[in-house]
């Protein structure tokens, strides 16, 4: 059955939020928002575009970093609300230079940074 992307549910804005995924190793990367255009747009190139909220444009994730994401497989929930891009990363995925964005753990109520950004070479 064909996929159409008008048939995801966006919340007020028209955005869906998108989990990245690195299809070697299973480990979250980060998410960042959708549209519909973006959505059509990642299927249609392969490279992960996301809508920056800040900039209000689309982000081809790696575009200036060279940090791309391939896409490998676009996965959505049960409710229709939410994404997984199960992707190729080059290179780290947080724009803070460390290969994931999910780098602080809260455990018994204390924040750890649990590691740095990725060495330069």
């Known amino acids: 059955m064909p996929f159409d992307p008008a048939t995801l549910v966006y919340d007020d804005r ?3 939020p998108c989990v990245a995924q690195d299809s070697a190793t299973g480990q979250v990367l980060m998410m960042a928002w959708m549209n519909a255009e973006s ?5 249609e190139t392969g490279r ?4 920056s909220r800040s900039r209000q ?3 081809v994730k790696g575009e200036s970093s060279g940090h791309v994401q391939e896409l490998l497989d676009l996965r959505v929930d049960c409710d229709r609300d939410c994404l997984l891009a199960v992707v190729r990363q080059t290179g780290p995925a947080c724009h803070t230079n460390r290969r994931v964005c999910f780098y602080t753990s809260v455990t018994g109520g204390e924040e750890t940074e649990l590691m740095g950004p990725v060495a330069s070479s």
């Open 57 to 59: 444009a689309f982000w």
């Open 48 to 51: 992960v575009t996301y809508w």
């Open 39 to 43: 959505v059509a747009r990642t299927l």
């Open 14 to 16: 028209g955005l869906i």
